[in-house]
């Protein structure tokens, strides 16, 4: 079946780092990739997308590449804040599909 | 509202009791999805809504779990004589077609003692 898997966490970086969370995924088709957000005592968000290979989705400084060959959609920023601390979600839906299957979730501490 | 609204917020209650938890979708949204997230877990998708019918109950986790969705907006997940392991936030999410982003609501936090 389908499933994500992203890197565990807490990954804990000084402000102004280099943000990589890894993110790969096992589906059949071409599924639509996301990521989403998920702030201190807020819901989750929507942070990017992604419905096809090589497409880039891009949001607040945050990009992630759909990488059909290596089955990837890793999550980067290049100089990450404070204010970026939350737990990120990498998520994938089948096409035509309805259900979104998520990653376990991986929590970021940025230390100013 | 502008987003997807979902009550309680919070939700304490002894095993063996039933509860219910609120969805209100963002207005026009035909996509209603319920989601659960227990501590330190990913989402574990439960039942989506296209309307007032759920094509799929297979994430449902028992018979314990049930949904409904009425006039294709509010939409209602009962849990009967719970157990601690319901324990969990309950995720609800709506979008404006099935092939559109979800939206999340905050979540109602259910604790069973």
């Not at chain 2, 979902?6 to 095993?15: A, D, F, I, M, R």
Request: charged residues 20%; glycine residues 10%.
């Amino acid at each position: 079946g389908n499933s994500v898997t992203q890197m565990e966490g807490p990954v804990t970086l000084s402000e102004e780092a280099f943000l990589t969370i890894n993110c790969t995924y096992t589906a059949t088709g071409y599924p639509s990739l996301f990521w989403y957000v998920q702030y201190p005592g807020e819901g989750l968000q929507l942070l990017l997308k992604a419905t096809k290979a090589d497409d880039k989705g891009s949001n607040k400084g945050f990009e992630a590449t759909y990488r059909k060959e290596t089955t990837s959609f890793h999550l980067e920023k290049g100089s990450v804040q404070v204010s970026d601390s939350a737990v990120y979600f990498c998520a994938l839906r089948d096409t035509g599909g309805f259900k979104t299957i998520f990653g376990a979730g991986t929590r970021l501490f940025v230390k100013a | 509202g502008a987003g997807v609204s979902q009550s309680p917020s919070n939700k304490v209650t002894e095993k063996g009791k039933d509860v219910e938890l609120r969805c209100d979708p963002i207005s026009g949204h035909t996509a209603l999805y319920w989601y659960r997230q227990s501590l330190g877990q990913g989402l574990e998708f439960l039942i989506y809504f296209q309307g007032n019918s759920a094509p799929d109950k297979s994430g449902l986790p028992s018979d314990r779990f049930s949904a409904e969705r009425t006039g294709g907006s509010v939409s209602t997940l009962t849990i009967q004589r719970t157990q601690q392991e319901d324990s969990a936030v309950y995720l609800c999410a709506s979008s404006s077609e099935v092939n559109q982003p979800q939206h999340f609501g905050d979540g109602t936090r259910l604790s069973i003692l």
